[in-house]
């Protein structure tokens, strides 16, 4: 906006001076053209007037003048009798029988010729007729002056040039200026700008200075009214998590006690069926509930993405979810070029619960001795310089097909894992919410050689001196709610349930 507003008002200023330095030049051009003219013929005129008066002093007088005006000026005197012979003492002209000095001795009409239908050319030529003192009718000769036009040439070019000069000069002011009065116009808008990106990257309490125009202070106040109406939404959301996970979680641990002690104190087999098949009930709404505090949490968006080192976190995770792996017998490796200088932008937890979610989902569809492969690379331009950087999961499990790709990241919407249909439906429902909320992307695809791979490109960034990069911090799972961040793998958590009960892996897509 600020490169349209200079443009056009320097624009104005061009078309401005065009309309009145154009003019100006065009008219001293035709002024300096005709004062030449009249200068010329004034000088011819009067020599003709010399040679009209027919005596040998007059001619004697019209030679001398004629010395004196090709020694003072860049003009050069012709002068031809009626007959086409010289008139002594002047010499006889290159070219007598020409067509100016025919027009002029036959039909006593005077003539110029600028050489040029364009300014002029190199010469000016006037030719008059001298006529017989006393007898108008009579010619005795003409008079010719050729005036080279280099002088004028130059007059022409400093009128133009100085102008042309002047001009650019105040085009040159009139930039500086229009870039003043433009970002001084545009600061308000600038920091309404820079109010919605705060806001955009999670910072509620930014606000906008009620400056500028009248339109710009309305719009400033409205977006402020409408800043706090949102962070006041967020606090009293904020208030219903911490309440809901306190509220939802303690009921459902008493359940799961009684059934613990009701299943302890019974024999019968089939009441302790019945017994254990009511606790994997709560222990699956026990997940639910955590899900959705966790999404609830994730859609408040309640801190902004701050530069975090990427191998980091993703090794520590892994050695969380190893030893689970290892039960299994499965390997989980890590590849690709990223190293420790690579850092994306994450909210704080984020990356943990997003590598908690897909792994859970990775180890519930692989097979007992199968790989997973983590692989890290950097995008862009490579190095701490990247544009992008990619977090991928591959595993060797059965896959999806393109139609249940198109589902995995809906709500509640649940495949089918090596356990059944366990799972909540909501584990890459929050990963994608956590990524999304990052400035990032995450996407399904067949991995090769079979199954499935889950590529999460996060934003990457050069840390710059002296700012702080955060620690991978533990996964913030709701209140009251155990993740792998908090306990071994072993643990029952929202990624991953407790040897025995099923899990939340790749049922919960």
Same mark, same amino acid.
């Given at each position: 906006?600020?490169?349209?507003?200079?443009v056009?008002?320097?624009l104005?200023?061009?078309?401005?001076?065009?309309?009145? @330095?154009? $003019?100006?030049?065009?008219?001293l051009?035709?002024?300096?053209?005709?004062?030449?003219?009249?200068?010329? &013929?004034?000088?011819?005129?009067?020599?003709?007037?010399?040679?009209?008066?027919g005596?040998e002093?007059?001619?004697?007088a019209?030679?001398?003048?004629?010395?004196?005006?090709?020694?003072?000026?860049?003009?050069?005197?012709?002068?031809?009798?009626?007959? +086409?012979?010289?008139?002594?003492?002047?010499?006889?002209?290159?070219?007598? +029988? /020409?067509a100016?000095?025919?027009r002029?001795?036959q039909?006593?009409?005077?003539?110029?010729?600028?050489?040029?239908?364009?300014?002029?050319?190199?010469q000016?030529?006037?030719?008059? $007729?001298?006529?017989?003192q +006393?007898?108008?009718d009579?010619?005795? #000769?003409?008079?010719? %002056?050729?005036?080279?036009?280099?002088?004028?040439?130059?007059?022409?070019?400093?009128?133009?040039?100085?102008?042309? !000069?002047?001009?650019?000069?105040?085009?040159?002011?009139?930039? #500086?200026?229009?870039? %003043?009065?433009?970002?001084?116009?545009?600061?308000?808008?600038?920091?309404?700008?820079?109010?919605?990106?705060?806001?955009?990257? #999670?910072d509620?309490?930014?606000?906008?200075?009620?400056?500028?125009?009248?339109?710009?202070?309305?719009?400033? &106040?409205?977006?402020?009214?409408? =800043?706090e109406?949102?962070?006041?939404?967020?606090?009293?959301?904020?208030?219903?998590?911490?309440?809901?996970?306190?509220?939802?979680?303690?009921?459902?641990?008493?359940? &799961?006690?009684?059934?613990?002690? %009701?299943?302890? #104190?019974?024999?019968?087999?089939? !009441?302790?069926?019945? !017994?254990?098949?009511?606790?994997?009930?709560?222990?699956?709404?026990?997940?639910?509930?955590?899900?959705?505090?966790?999404l609830?949490?994730?859609?408040?968006?309640?801190?902004? $993405?701050? *530069?975090?080192?990427?191998?980091?976190?993703?090794?520590?995770?892994?050695?969380?979810w190893?030893?689970?792996?290892?039960?299994r &017998?499965?390997t989980? =490796?890590?590849?690709?070029?990223?190293?420790?200088?690579?850092?994306v932008l994450?909210?704080?937890?984020?990356?943990?619960? !997003?590598?908690?979610?897909?792994?859970?989902?990775?180890?519930?569809?692989?097979? /007992?001795?199968? @790989?997973?492969?983590v692989?890290?690379?950097?995008?862009?331009?490579? +190095?701490?310089?990247?544009?992008?950087?990619?977090?991928?999961?591959?595993?060797?499990?059965?896959?999806?097909?393109?139609?249940?790709?198109?589902r995995?990241?809906?709500?509640?919407?649940?495949?089918?894992?090596?356990?059944?249909?366990?799972?909540?439906?909501?584990?890459?429902?929050?990963?994608?919410?956590?990524?999304?909320?990052?400035?990032?992307?995450?996407?399904?695809r067949?991995?090769?050689?079979?199954?499935?791979?889950?590529?999460i490109?996060l934003?990457?960034?050069? *840390?710059?001196?002296?700012?702080?990069?955060?620690?991978?911090?533990?996964?913030? =799972?709701?209140?009251?709610?155990?993740?792998?961040?908090?306990?071994? $793998?072993?643990?029952?958590?929202?990624?991953?349930?407790?040897?025995?009960?099923?899990s939340?892996?790749?049922?919960?897509?």
């Amino acid at each position: 906006m600020i490169r349209r507003l200079i443009v056009s008002y320097v624009l104005l200023v061009g078309v401005a001076l065009a309309a009145f @330095t154009v $003019p100006v030049a065009f008219t001293l051009t035709a002024q300096l053209r005709g004062d030449t003219e009249e200068s010329v &013929r004034r000088e011819a005129t009067t020599m003709a007037l010399m040679l009209g008066d027919g005596d040998e002093p007059s001619r004697q007088a019209l030679a001398r003048v004629a010395r004196a005006y090709a020694d003072e000026t860049p003009g050069a005197v012709e002068v031809v009798s009626a007959d +086409g012979t010289a008139v002594p003492p002047l010499p006889l002209p290159a070219h007598p +029988g /020409d067509a100016a000095f025919t027009r002029a001795l036959q039909q006593g009409r005077s003539t110029t010729d600028w050489g040029s239908r364009f300014v002029w050319g190199p010469q000016l030529v006037v030719t008059v $007729p001298a006529h017989a003192q +006393g007898d108008r009718d009579r010619i005795i #000769g003409a008079v010719r %002056i050729r005036y080279a036009t280099a002088d004028l040439s130059s007059r022409l070019w400093n009128i133009w040039g100085f102008r042309a !000069v002047l001009a650019v000069g105040v085009l040159a002011v009139a930039a #500086g200026l229009g870039a %003043i009065v433009a970002r001084l116009l545009t600061k308000p808008l600038r920091q309404l700008n820079d109010m919605a990106s705060r806001f955009g990257d #999670g910072d509620l309490t930014a606000r906008s200075p009620v400056t500028g125009p009248q339109e710009t202070r309305t719009l400033a &106040r409205t977006l402020n009214q409408g =800043a706090e109406r949102l962070d006041t939404l967020v606090a009293s959301q904020r208030i219903f998590v911490a309440d809901a996970s306190h509220q939802l979680r303690t009921p459902l641990t008493a359940l &799961r006690l009684s059934l613990d002690n %009701i299943a302890d #104190g019974v024999d019968d087999e089939f !009441v302790r069926e019945d !017994v254990d098949q009511a606790t994997a009930e709560v222990v699956r709404m026990s997940r639910l509930v955590s899900g959705l505090l966790v999404l609830a949490r994730a859609e408040a968006k309640v801190s902004a $993405p701050e *530069p975090l080192a990427l191998r980091e976190p993703v090794e520590e995770r892994l050695s969380v979810w190893r030893p689970a792996a290892d039960e299994r &017998r499965i390997t989980i =490796a890590l590849t690709g070029d990223a190293d420790e200088r690579l850092h994306v932008l994450a909210g704080p937890g984020n990356l943990d619960q !997003v590598l908690d979610n897909v792994l859970s989902n990775a180890l519930e569809v692989s097979p /007992d001795g199968s @790989t997973i492969t983590v692989r890290l690379d950097g995008c862009g331009t490579g +190095g701490t310089g990247a544009d992008e950087a990619v977090v991928e999961v591959l595993d060797q499990g059965p896959g999806m097909s393109p139609a249940e790709q198109s589902r995995a990241f809906d709500r509640f919407w649940r495949g089918q894992g090596l356990t059944g249909r366990s799972g909540s439906g909501l584990g890459l429902a929050i990963v994608k919410q956590l990524v999304t909320d990052d400035g990032g992307t995450v996407a399904l695809r067949d991995a090769p050689g079979g199954g499935l791979g889950v590529r999460i490109t996060l934003r990457a960034v050069t *840390p710059r001196s002296g700012h702080r990069l955060r620690a991978p911090a533990p996964t913030q =799972a709701a209140p009251g709610q155990a993740g792998p961040a908090q306990a071994a $793998p072993a643990q029952a958590g929202p990624a991953q349930a407790a040897p025995g009960q099923p899990s939340a892996g790749r049922t919960e897509e």
